[in-house]
T-cell receptor, first 112, second 116 residues
């Protein structure tokens, strides 16, 4: 059974600092890994999707890396802004089916 | 234009009642999902339909029954509601099983269900 862990559970940084969010998973037989953002009381917004054959994906200030063999992904957010405050979730899709297994999330607060 | 929409946004009801949550996507996707997010914020898959066919049916009570009248809609009906059913229910969709970027899942805004 796939287990997804996100550390730390919460993070508070001053504006302008770079953010590093970690995601680890136990079963390396994945099809893809997706990073989401969830604002309080809102749905999930997809940020980046990395296929199992890729090492990283970039979108604007966001960069996600994937090391499948060690079961890790890292989301980097450059030059953080107060608007980046949210909970960030990673989710892993196995090779064998459609199910996404989610981590519990990292709640980020960027202080102005 | 909302890509994945759910109604209602909030649902407050008494134990024992039957209720439905509706989901619609206008993305032309083939696959739709229902997830439950509990009070500890863990998201868990409940069901998935691909082209109106059930493909994922996790271990949920059979009081929960999904219904997909067409590819763009996936509704969730819950019978005999219990206190433990209180949670946020999210609908999501993705393109198809062919892989690549089309596997990306898009989520609706959620329905917060409170059972009293």
């Amino acid at each position: 059974k796939q287990e997804v862990t996100q550390i730390p559970a919460a993070l508070s940084v001053p504006e302008g600092e770079n953010l590093v969010l970690n995601c680890s998973f136990t079963d390396s037989a994945i099809y893809n890994l997706q990073w989401f953002r969830q604002d309080p009381g809102k749905g999930l917004t997809s940020l980046l999707l990395i296929q199992s054959s890729q090492r990283e994906q970039t979108s604007g200030r966001l960069n996600a890396s994937l090391d499948k063999s060690s079961g890790r992904s890292t989301l980097y957010i450059a030059a953080s802004q107060p608007g980046d405050s949210a909970t960030y979730l990673c989710a892993v899709r196995p090779s064998s089916d459609y199910k996404l297994s989610f981590g519990a999330g990292t709640t980020v607060t960027v202080r102005a | 234009d909302t890509a994945v929409s759910q109604t209602p946004k909030y649902l407050v009801t008494q134990m024992g009642n039957d209720k439905s949550i509706k989901c619609e996507q206008n993305l032309g996707h083939d696959t739709m999902y229902w997830y439950k997010q509990d009070s500890k914020k863990f998201l868990k898959i409940m069901f998935s339909y691909n082209n109106k066919e059930l493909i994922i049916n996790e271990t949920v009570p059979n009081r929960f029954s999904p219904k997909s009248p067409d590819k763009a809609h996936l509704n969730l009906h819950i019978n005999s509601l219990e206190l433990g059913d209180s949670a946020v229910y999210f609908c999501a969709s993705s393109q198809d099983s062919a892989g690549g970027r089309r596997q990306e899942q898009f989520f609706g805004p959620g329905t917060r269900l409170t059972v009293l």
